[in-house]
């Protein structure tokens, strides 16, 4: 094997010949090589640690002291063996980056010397200062301290010379501070509720995992750009900035060649990706100028978030040596296209078996339809708490802005699927003759797979669409920390597939149906109290606002009012239940999703003034004086007729400047007023929603007057990069 190591700065920044681009090196050479993956453990480990550890991951059983002394250091062999110098308990607070604190391996020993140490406890916990992030006034109540306590689901694995551990972010109560905690506990319920409604099915399924492939979508702009616009740096996004002349409307861009400097970038991120582990796969141009896509193949959910996390870091990273830098905003340029990161979810046994892939047979299709109806049932549940778990700032603009689905939430199975339901829905239901039932499976459910074969109607306006043998969540954003939509999926589908095995029993028991009866007479059931979720047609149109309207579904624009799902009765009720968070939990959460969206508004609103201010007007008025200067010395020049007919346009655009000039001035003082109301409110949520409400809208006023200016004034003068500059220089 080729000695393949973390590419060192001087590698790149020297463009040196890159060790992983040497000719006959192969991915599945490297693939993991920095990954305390179950080969490394093995070899490092006691066969009982290692049992104990590939127990705990695949069961969940806990570790004991004394096994976590010998993961410890058989984790420490290997990670300085590879060069690892520090270690860190790695976790992802609800600020949406990753945290890490380095400690290092060194430890004296009090004699002038020093060894290496990294013990059980070290690896089991650690007490981060908990006061520095995010907690819904968790904290304050309790203990200000909080821990991270090392999940052993998902692999340790070594960045740069840092040991990172995977862990849970808790209170000193032990309530969820981090994504991920929630997270575990959603996919241990869909685990328990999902293995028992294959019991129906087939006996030896003992787990089931929650299965994820994101695709996450960015920009790369030059970094010299992206330092000179203030907006990007600070909010992410630009403010300002007018749509140039050629945007995507060619479509030239979408799935075109790749430029040279991004696909170095591209094969860099890929190679560091790699080796951490992450199965990276798919990398292409978007539709957008300067954009593109990355998708791994799909992975555990679990180790499928993490992954998303480190991979979003180490974009950043790369990016950088490549002297771009990467917008992952959800709209960084308003006319153009936003980003999105799509979640592709499904649900598999440990038997190896896809439940949201049609079978061959028709038991197996029974099984699949009975996965398929219950995750539409559980998507019309929640589909208020859906929405908000896609809600932020960012996806604020891309929601219904015709490049995304709206904000109401739908479901889209296609043509033939639903001809399949809307065949069991019309079925009698209850017991049924032999030959009723031989019927419907040979020509209902049997049906499914050739059916499937042909089904090519993808339906790229629906937020939550079927495709094949996963559904996708369309509508989440690509800043997001995927954590979030999925702890709400996975939770919504074990309280449903719970509600599913009492309603098939009591069905058994009661009115003794045999127990395909049963699970087709409640199947059904769900077919038509779900039917309001499903939507075939185009979800970007107007027609489809006012049907859903009538249907009763919710299209909420505003992310904190959408944000309301988060605590409303069905939802507590729902995530205490199913173990995923306390009320208090998701009290907190729901206060450090208002605060987060109010403090990036108020971000952004105070990025606008400066920018107005002190850069745009500034510029406006030094350009009206050339005018002005150059009016005068026309009028000096010129007899009076001629002046009149020469002068009259520039003497018309002194005046446009000046109005448009009054008019940001004023906008950016009343923004600064509605401001000062929106912070003078005690309550978060009603904070929120007056940034919402009154400064939002302030926005949209400074920035057309604003790209109005843009396209009058000297180029030279213009103080910002322009659209057509970051997004077309390559
Ligand atoms: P698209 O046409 O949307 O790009 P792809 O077929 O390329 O769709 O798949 C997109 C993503 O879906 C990939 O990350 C892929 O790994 C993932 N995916 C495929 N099967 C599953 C599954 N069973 N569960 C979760 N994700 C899946
Ligand atoms: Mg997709």
Redesign the pocket.
């Known amino acids: 094997m080729p000695t393949v190591r973390f590419l060192a700065l001087e590698e790149t920044m020297g463009r040196k010949p890159k060790n992983f681009e040497a000719p006959g090196t192969r991915v599945s050479d490297y693939f993991g090589s920095r990954v305390f993956n179950r080969k490394a453990m093995r070899e490092y480990m006691t066969s009982e640690a290692y049992k104990a550890v590939i127990d705990a991951m695949d069961n969940g059983t806990k570790i004991n002291r004394s096994i976590a002394d010998q993961v410890a250091s058989g984790m420490k062999a290997w990670a300085l063996n590879l060069g690892a110098t520090h270690y860190t308990h790695w976790f992802q607070p609800l600020t949406g980056t990753t945290a890490e604190k380095h400690d290092s391996f060194f430890e004296p020993t009090g004699n002038g010397e020093a060894i290496e140490k990294f013990s059980g406890g070290m690896l089991v916990q650690q007490e981060p200062d908990a006061s520095s992030f995010p907690n819904g006034g968790i904290r304050n109540t309790f203990e200000a301290r909080g821990y991270t306590a090392w999940d052993p689901t998902s692999p340790a694995f070594i960045f740069g010379t840092t040991l990172c551990i995977p862990t849970v972010f808790v209170s000193y109560t032990g309530e969820a501070l981090d994504y991920k905690a929630p997270l575990l506990r959603a996919l241990q319920s869909v685990d328990a509720a999902a293995t028992a409604v294959c019991k129906y099915f087939d006996k030896n399924v003992t787990k089931v995992n929650a299965?994820?492939?994101?695709?996450q979508e960015y920009f790369l702009v030059d970094e010299a750009y992206f330092a000179a616009r203030p907006d990007l740096q600070l909010a992410g996004r630009a403010l300002v900035g007018h749509a140039p002349a050629k945007g995507q409307q060619l479509d030239d861009h979408y799935f075109g060649s790749i430029p040279e400097r991004a696909i170095e970038f591209m094969k860099e991120l890929e190679y560091e990706s790699r080796i951490l582990g992450i199965p990276v796969?798919?990398r292409h141009n978007e539709v957008a100028p300067a954009q593109y896509e990355f998708?791994?193949?799909?992975e555990e959910a679990n180790v499928a978030v993490d992954h998303n996390s480190l991979f979003m870091d180490l974009m950043e990273k790369v990016a950088r040596r490549h002297n771009f830098r990467v917008l992952m905003h959800e709209k960084p340029f308003a006319n153009i296209n936003g980003s999105g990161k799509?979640n592709?979810?499904?649900l598999?046994t440990d038997t190896g078996v896809?439940l949201?892939?049609p079978g061959s047979t028709p038991m197996s299709n029974l099984m699949f339809l009975t996965f398929f109806i219950n995750t539409i049932k559980a998507v019309y549940r929640h589909a208020d708490l859906i929405r908000a778990s896609i809600g932020s700032a960012g996806n604020e603009h891309r929601l219904g802005a015709n490049e995304a689905p709206p904000a109401i939430i739908s479901v889209f199975i296609g043509q033939q699927l639903s001809a399949v339901l809307d065949q069991l829905e019309n079925i009698e239901g209850g017991k049924m003759t032999p030959e009723e039932k031989t019927d419907l499976k040979l020509n209902v459910v049997g049906k499914i797979p050739d059916v499937l074969l042909d089904n090519t109607d993808?339906n790229r306006t629906s937020p939550f669409a079927f495709?094949g043998?996963?559904f996708?969540l369309r509508a989440a954003g690509s800043a997001s920390n995927c954590a979030q939509p999925m702890t709400v999926l996975n939770a919504a589908m074990a309280e449903q597939l719970i509600e599913f095995k009492a309603d098939v029993d009591a069905l058994i028991e009661k009115d003794s149906l045999k127990k395909d009866e049963a699970i087709f007479s409640v199947l059904k059931r769900y077919i038509k109290e779900s039917k309001t979720i499903r939507f075939e047609g185009d979800g970007y149109g107007d027609a489809w606002k006012e049907e859903a309207a009538k249907r009763g579904l919710k299209n909420e624009p505003s992310t904190p009012r959408a944000l309301d799902a988060y605590v409303s009765e069905q939802s507590l009720k729902m995530f205490e239940a199913m173990g995923v968070m306390s009320h208090r939990e998701a009290e907190a959460r729901h206060e450090i999703l208002l605060e987060s969206y109010f403090m990036k508004i108020q971000i952004e609103s105070r990025v606008l003034g400066d920018l107005a201010g002190n850069h745009i007007v500034p510029t406006a008025i030094k350009y009206q004086n050339t005018l002005i200067d150059n009016v005068q010395r026309l009028k000096e020049i010129m007899d009076a007729e001629t002046f009149n007919s020469v002068a009259k346009e520039q003497l018309e655009m002194i005046k446009e400047i000046s109005a448009r000039i009054s008019k940001i001035l004023s906008s950016k003082d009343a923004m600064i007023e509605a401001r000062k109301a929106a912070n003078a409110l005690e309550d978060v949520r009603e904070k929120a929603i007056a940034y919402y409400d009154n400064v939002k809208p302030f926005f949209e006023v400074i920035r057309y007057e604003s790209d109005k200016l843009e396209l009058m004034i000297d180029d030279e003068q213009w103080p910002l990069p322009k659209f057509r500059e970051m997004l077309f220089t390559r």
């Open positions: 299965t994820l492939g994101w695709e796969k798919t998708a791994p193949v799909f799509h592709n979810w499904s598999a896809n949201l892939a993808r495709t043998n996963k996708e």
